[in-house]
């Protein structure tokens, strides 16, 4: 079994900062793409971050210049580091994993967490 285990969501006022962290455990023989979306209420989720295991990192407009993903491929982690957040930056974010599994059926499979909620709010 694959799990990808979230951590460092809250409530923030505007203009404040929050890490996020995501951790993949289990049956990893190697992990592909990472990244993180986001689910704001009455939307559809949507492209925060990624990083291949290349380190080529794409971001989303809306968070460019705010926001820094940064992986960590002998610890199987992903961290978020966001700055400047804004009202609109409320949402459930998800981890996300493309992971190679060490045992049969090998995949690649798509794993992700179960979500960790960050609120903007003054």
């Known amino acids: 079994q694959v799990q990808l285990v979230e951590s460092g969501g809250g409530v923030v006022q505007p203009g404040g900062s929050l890490r996020l962290s995501c951790a993949a455990h289990?049956?990893?023989?190697?992990?592909?793409?990472m990244g993180w979306y986001r689910q704001a209420p009455g939307k559809q989720r949507e492209l925060v971050a990624t990083?291949?295991?290349?380190?080529?990192?794409k971001y989303a407009d809306s968070v460019k210049g705010r926001v820094t993903i940064s992986r960590d491929n002998g610890k199987s982690t992903l961290d978020l580091q966001m700055n400047s957040l804004k009202p609109e930056d409320t949402a459930v974010y998800y981890c996300?994993?493309?992971?190679?599994?060490?045992?049969?059926?090998?995949?690649?499979?798509?794993?992700w967490g179960q979500g960790t909620q960050v609120t903007v709010s003054s």
């Open positions: 289990g049956t990893i023989l190697e992990i592909y793409d």
């Open positions: 990083a291949s295991r290349g380190d080529s990192i």
């Open positions: 996300y994993a493309n992971i190679l599994r060490s045992i049969l059926p090998r995949g690649p499979y798509e794993h």
